[in-house]
């Protein structure tokens, strides 16, 4: 059984920086992809960035190019986003992810919908005031 702990979240002004850790467990992640999805108060939950646990590539939610970093370290199975120019926006309860086994095709293939990831955790918050 996959088992994901979140830490880290908070609530932080405009402009910072927060980083959000995710520790899994219960299977080598060789053949699936780690990230991140949240959600906000009335909205649906939405992708924000994932990483193929193989081969490291990333993909990330346009809004968040350029501010978010997802990375994976292999020896802990645990994956992090940092998160830095942070904007009101942002604010949402954020959950870790795990996908379903990824078969064949590219290694640079991301899954993004919420549909193509079986594992979440319990979510955390991010806060981020004006």
């Known amino acids: 059984q996959v088992q994901l702990v979140e830490s880290g979240g908070g609530l932080v002004q405009a402009g910072g920086s927060l980083s959000l850790s995710c520790a899994a467990s219960g299977r080598t992640f060789s053949r699936y992809a780690m990230g991140w999805f949240r959600q906000a108060p009335g909205k649906e939950r939405e992708f924000v960035a994932a990483?193929?646990?193989?081969?490291?590539?990333?993909y990330y939610k346009d809004s968040v190019k350029g501010r978010f970093t997802i990375s994976r370290d292999n020896a802990k199975n645990m994956v992090h986003l940092q998160m830095n120019s942070l904007k009101p926006e942002d604010t949402a309860v954020y959950y870790c992810?795990?996908?379903?086994?990824?078969?064949?095709?590219?290694?640079?293939?991301?899954?993004?919908?919420?549909?193509?990831?079986?594992?979440w955790g319990q979510g955390t918050q991010v806060t981020v005031s004006s």
């Open positions: 992810v795990v996908s379903a086994p990824i078969e064949g095709g590219s290694y640079a293939y991301i899954p993004r919908s919420r549909f193509d990831y079986r594992y």
């Open positions: 990483i193929r646990w193989s081969a490291g590539s990333t």
